[in-house]
């Protein structure tokens, strides 16, 4: 069979179109991939060949006002490995327990860590020990993924003594990788969990270094050095805290390991928390790296609860400390002076449908506001309780702020119990199933009324200076201070010199520190079930104060036990105080 000429020209210009249009196809998808596509296709290829290792930074160090270290880093060691797939990891780890303590609560942690972030190596120790590092770094050739490296470990050299105050650092949590507030963490890096290191992550947070290793198909390191250049972490600037760290040491240990309660201390004028103590305490160290379940079991259970942060969310009945809430509301509507008088003498007790006790079974007489303070005679408040009215009782404390947080640059603050008008009565016990002799009892600080130890130290704030209370804070920031006292400058001075009384000739006389002045309220709250809790709550020096204590013994028995830890306590202060004053002077 023959083609015409003509016919075979032409079928040649079609076959030459159609291998132009094939070359110029490929043509054009080796210029898409090899110019136009080749930052995608060379970032796919770096990442298929390169792994990022990230390289964790040393959190903010938290000094305290004095310049001494609360919080800190000490050097430590990470263990991770790189694995392409879940199951290779799994079989790594199960290698890895024959030669070192991997269990498999750890290995599960692991993985888990994996599974949120594929592409990072998987942390199996956060803080490995020396031991541990050195039995790995002798047969490293066995596990080719394998990454050992230097990590900044938190450290507190006071750690009991500031566990109340600063928290500790951990982990972060899945729940948390999906708050905004952790936006741009990743699995496996560290953030504050309490106290001053979760209050200020955003500040004592480490920007996250980078380098890189080469790694062949089966994510085995080829190369550790010089793949990439590496990215140094960024370290955040220190944070410094109005805390001293002798006050937090002394409150320490003055409670050891048998006393329950805490210790708050303030600058009256600021607001700057000078010492934050609960106690039990624990060694907040051990929290590093992750704690055991045993340590954290213990704690969880004990009958003491060390976990409870009493100073912050501890509520108590403060009992006389909170006369003076009384003594205002009833200087503040003209219904008595500091030197009135009640119609009823003190006899041990008060009749009111029943006998309601004084403290003292012999009695205390006839006696003024200011004496009544001085000798923290229940009977005179029982009268001005009555006198006051309970509606104008319970509106008058929620001006005073006792039905609010303080306010104070610390989580987890618990709300102190009061309430703002009788429907709480009207639903706790229905509304014919109570009486006004309620006001008796919350007259004195007892019954339907809790306080925490910051938010009574809050409050003898704006008794110990103007009538402004302050509120508290830890790191320095500029002074808040509201005016929550509206007194005459001489019903003031009243009450202050009534407070002095206190300590030269009051419930906590045997207090007294010879040479300082020292003004306060003692307090002996009554518990159901269990011995009397011990209160104090007061100020130093009397005529011009730098510090106010505000302190709780659980089961103390008497506020007068209380005063003599809180005036050792501001004795303290002051010397230590007035020692650096010379010093900086010389």
């Known amino acids: ?59 903010g160090i938290i000094y305290d006002r004095n310049g001494q270290i609360i919080a800190e880093n000490l050097p430590g060691y990470s263990v991770s490995i790189l694995s392409p797939t879940a199951d290779s990891l799994k079989s790594a780890l199960q290698s890895l327990s024959k030669i070192i303590a991997v269990d498999s609560a750890q290995q599960a942690l692991a993985l888990r860590r994996y599974r949120a972030a594929p592409t990072r190596p998987a942390v199996i120790f956060n803080d490995a020990s020396f031991q541990v590092v050195s039995v790995l770094e002798e047969r490293r050739a066995e596990f080719p993924g394998l990454i050992i490296q230097s990590t900044p470990k938190r450290y507190y050299p006071d750690g009991p003594a500031v566990a109340a105050l600063v928290g500790y650092t951990g982990e972060i ?220 009782l319970l509106a008058g404390g929620v001006k005073l702020g006792f039905n609010r947080k303080t306010g104070v640059d610390l989580p987890f603050e618990g709300t102190p119990v009061w309430f703002a008008d009788t429907k709480y009565f009207d639903r706790k016990y229905g509304a014919r199933g109570w009486n006004k002799s309620v006001v008796l009892s919350l007259s004195i600080g007892q019954a339907d009324n809790a306080q925490t130890p910051i938010s009574m130290a809050k409050f003898y704030t704006a008794l110990a200076t103007d009538g402004y209370a302050a509120t508290p804070h830890v790191v320095d920031r500029p002074a808040e201070r509201t005016r929550i006292l509206n007194v005459t400058p001489e019903q003031l001075a009243g009450i202050k010199l009534a407070l002095s009384d206190v300590l030269t000739r009051g419930t906590a006389a045997g207090a007294q520190i010879q040479g300082l002045t020292i003004a306060g309220k003692t307090g002996t709250a009554q518990v159901n079930g269990q011995e009397d809790n011990a209160w104090f709550v007061g100020y130093a020096p009397a005529d011009d104060p730098k510090i106010v204590v505000a302190i709780i013994i659980e089961e103390g028995l008497h506020g007068s036990t209380a005063a003599k830890v809180a005036t050792k306590l501001m004795e303290k202060f002051l010397k230590a105080k007035l020692t650096l004053n010379v010093v900086t002077n010389d």
């Open 173 to 392: 949590s899945e729940a948390q990788l999906a708050q905004p507030r952790y936006e741009g963490y990743k699995a496996g890096q560290q953030v504050g969990k309490g106290g001053l290191e979760l209050q200020y992550e955003e500040r004592l947070r480490a920007r996250e270094g980078q380098r890189f290793v080469e790694v062949d198909a089966r994510n085995r390191v080829v190369r550790d050095n010089g793949v990439r250049p590496e990215v140094p972490p960024q370290a955040p600037q220190p944070l410094r805290t109005n805390i001293d760290l002798e006050l937090q040491r002394f409150a320490h240990e003055y409670f050891g390991d048998s006393l329950r309660g805490a210790v708050v201390a303030l600058d009256p004028k600021t607001g700057g928390v000078l010492a934050l103590y609960s106690a039990p305490s624990y060694d907040i160290n051990k929290f590093i790296g992750g704690a055991p379940f045993s340590f954290y079991e213990a704690l969880r259970t004990d009958p003491h609860r060390p976990l409870v942060n009493r100073a912050l969310a501890g509520t108590y009945a403060p009992a006389s400390t909170w006369k003076l809430a009384t003594a205002v509301l009833g200087l503040e509507r003209g219904l008595v002076t500091m030197d009135t008088r009640m119609p009823t003498p003190c006899t041990g007790g008060y009749y009111y449908g029943r006998v309601f006790k004084c403290w003292d079974k012999k009695g205390h007489g006839d006696i003024t506001l200011a004496q009544a303070i001085a000798k923290s005679c229940d009977v005179y408040f029982y009268q001005l309780g009555l006198r006051i009215g309970l509606t104008n």
């Open 1 to 59: 069979m023959s083609y015409h000429p003509h016919s075979v020209l032409k079928r040649a210009r079609v076959a030459r179109v159609f291998l132009l249009l094939a070359f110029g196809a490929l043509g054009g998808a080796f210029f898409r991939t090899q110019v136009l596509q080749n930052a995608e296709f060379v970032l796919v290829s770096e990442t298929n060949r390169l792994r990022e290792v990230p390289l964790p930074g040393a959190r």
